[in-house]
C-alpha cells in the first residue's frame, strides 16, 4: 500500500511529519509512504532515524509548501510546486491510494474539489466531499460531518454525508448500525431553516429512514446516543473550534486545581488522580484518531490537526491505509448510486474548485 504524505504540512513540519512515517512503516511490513516535500530537509530528518527502512519512504520533491494562514486558492494558483498539490497528483495519477497532510486545511480541500473537477476524483454521485471529525460521547466515538469542507450545503449534500459518515462509523470505527441525527436548533420537527426541514424530508423518504432519528441539539452530542451527526461545513467549522477551546480551558483549569491541591494529597492519591486525568484527555485528543477523513473522493484521505505530532500521524497514516483497503468507498458508490443518478449535478459539472 502506497501512502502520500505532505512533509512540509503542519505546524512543526517537517520534523514530527517524517517521523510519524518511520514509526507508521516500522509498523506495517507492506506500507510505503511517499513523503512528499523539500528533499532536503526530509533527507536531514531521515538520517536522524537511524535504521528506517529507506526503501518504503521515498521522495518527492516538491519546492514550495502553503502556510497555515495563506488563502488556500491564492496560494494554489501562485504555488504550483506546493506539496499538498502534487500529494493530490500522485493519487489522481493513481501512483498513491491515499494522501495524509497536516497542512493548510483550506488548501486540502480546494486541491481536492479542483482534482475532482479536472480529473474525477470525486465518487459516482457524490455532489462535494465531507471533512468528517471523531468526537468522544458515553457510548464511544461519533462521527460529525460536515466540519468544515462545504459552507454552502444543500439538503441533497447532508443527506449524502449521513450515508458516508454511516459506513465510515461502522466500517473504521466498528458502530453496529449507527444511528443518525440532524444538528439543529431543537428536537421538534418543525424546528430550523430550509435547509434542515429539506434534509429531513429527504431522509424521511429514503431507505435511511429507519437509521434516521432526527433532530438533535447540540447538548445532545456528548450522550452518544446517535454515532453520526450531519451538519453544513460553517455550524460544523464552529463547532469543531468551540469543542476544541473548551477542552484545552476544560484541562488547563483541572491542571491548577490539581496544582493547588497535590501537595495537601498523599503520594498514592496524588498519582491516581494524575493518572485519571491522563486516562481522560486521552478520550478528547485527536492524536487517537490521527485526523479527519474527506470522504466522497477516489482513494482516502485524512487531514490532520495543524499542531500533529508522530503519533498523531503514524495512527492517521494507520487509518488511511484501512480506509484505502476496506470497500468504504465501494458502500459508498453502492448506497448512493441508483438515487443520484438522477439529482443535481456533481461538483465536476458545477466546476468548483480553484480556476487556472
Partial sequence: MRIALDAMGGDFAPGPIVAGA?????D?????????GDQERIEAEL?????APRDRLPIVHASQAIGM?????????????????KSWGLMAAGDVKAIVSAGNTGAMVASALFAGAH???FLPGVRRPGIAAIFPSHQGPIVIIDVGANMNAKAEDLYQYGIMGSIYAQEILGVTSPRIGL?????????GNDLTRATRTLFQESPWAARFVGNIEGRDIYEGHVRVIICDGFVGNV????GEGAVEFLFATLREELARLLPNLPVDAGQKIAGSLKNLKSRFEYEEFGGAPLLGIRGACIICHGSSGNRAIK???RVAYAMAEDRINAQIIEQLGAKLEASEPTAEAEGDGPKS
Fill in 119 to 121: 480529473a474525477k476524483m
Fill in 183 to 191: 444538528l439543529n436548533v431543537g428536537s421538534e420537527d418543525d424546528k
Fill in 28 to 36: 506495517q511490513d507492506d506500507l510505503v509512504v511517499v513523503l512528499v
Fill in 239 to 242: 463547532l469543531l473550534k468551540a
Fill in 22 to 26: 518511520v514509526e507508521a512503516v516500522r
Fill in 315 to 317: 495512527n492517521a497514516l
Fill in 69 to 85: 494562514d495563506e488563502k488556500p486558492v491564492d496560494a494554489l494558483r501562485k504555488k504550483r510546486d506546493n506539496s499538498i498539490s
Fill in 47 to 51: 538520517a536522524k532515524a537511524h535504521g
